[in-house]
Nanobody, 131 residues
Framework: QVQLVESGGGAVQAGGSLRLSCAAS????????MGWFRQAPGKEREGVAAIYTGGSSTYYGDSVKGRFTISHDKAKNTVYLQMNSLKPEDTAMYYCAATLTTYYTSSGYVPPRRPDQYTYWGQGTQVTISS
């Protein structure tokens, strides 16, 4: 059974940093794509970042490029989201997601970007940024 457990959320002031973790179990981690999504009240779920753990391909949403970094530790079966220069508009529930479906393009294997492309989801961790 695939399980994703997020941690690391919290409340910080604007300009601060947080690191989210997502520990995965129950599948062959090295061949998965994992992503971070967020959802604020009244808004649609938004893709934040994603990584293909079988290679090095990553994706970032436009609103977080240059501020957030996604990475993974194969030994720990864990994906991280380092969030710097946080803004009040980053406030949301952050979800970790995974899919075992691979996506191949002319650029090689890439992680999917849409929520409907992911099969497994964690429970979420709240991030609150105050101004």
């Amino acid at each position: 059974q695939v399980q994703l457990v997020e941690s690391g959320g919290g409340a910080v002031q604007a300009g601060g940093s947080l690191r989210l973790s997502c520990a995965a179990s129950g599948y062959t981690y090295s061949s998965a794509s994992m992503g971070w999504f967020r959802q604020a009240p009244g808004k649609e779920r938004e893709g934040v970042a994603a990584i293909y753990t079988g290679g090095s391909s990553t994706y970032y949403g436009d609103s977080v490029k240059g501020r957030f970094t996604i990475s993974h530790d194969k030994a720990k079966n864990t994906v991280y989201l380092q969030m710097n220069s946080l803004k009040p508009e980053d406030t949301a529930m952050y979800y970790c997601a995974a899919t075992l479906t691979t996506y191949y393009t002319s650029s090689g294997y890439v992680p999917p970007r849409r929520p409907d492309q992911y099969t497994y989801w964690g429970q979420g961790t709240q991030v609150t940024i105050s101004s």
